[in-house]
């Protein structure tokens, strides 16, 4: 995958695929610690040590649709190519938290791309589960909680309304602008 935000996209996907009804998705850069870091933590099912294992196998996967699991592989790779880590912590019914850490200013590292539509698509896409989003750049910091929308919007009104689509996507890319001043990541 070309770029960051498309890992983060399939590794939130494979939380929705566990059952997830909380998905928190941390995007953390510091130009001072030259260091960008990606956490997903999620409610769902979990792993045991053994599945945590074949995850991270690229020949293993649990879908019926394609023989093999790319997803979490590539992610770990493009993390560890760049002098960073990874590491998945998970627990049988107690969900699951991946971890990435990148070399900044690497080489190797690829962008991070579309953050906002990201995490935009995950929300509107998927409207029965909670979103926590926090991106930070540096002191700087937001967070989009569609918990917190929920409780304003009342029952009823569905994110992917075009107006409430709209506010959200806006919100996601004018405070990622506003927190990293429009930086090229």
Known sequence: MPEIALNIL???????RAGATLIEITVSVQPE??????????????MT???????????????????VGLGVPFFKQAAESTDGSFQIDSE???????????GLSHID???????????????????????????RYGERSFVLDTRDMREMLGDGISFSEPEVSTFIKEYLETNRKETDGGADI
Do not use: W
């Open 92 to 102: 049988k019914g107690r969900g699951t938290l991946v971890t990435a850490v990148f």
């Open 33 to 46: 610690e030259d260091c960008l870091t990606v956490t997903i933590r999620d409610n769902g099912c979990g």
């Open 109 to 135: 590292r690829m962008p991070l791309g579309d953050i906002s539509s990201t995490v935009y698509t995950l929300i509107v896409f998927n409207e029965h589960i909670d979103f926590r989003y926090t991106y």
């Open 10 to 16: 399939d590794i939130a996907e494979n939380s929705v």
């Open 49 to 67: 040590p053994e599945e945590v294992e074949k995850v991270q196998d690229p020949f293993f996967t649990t879908r019926t649709t394609r023989k």
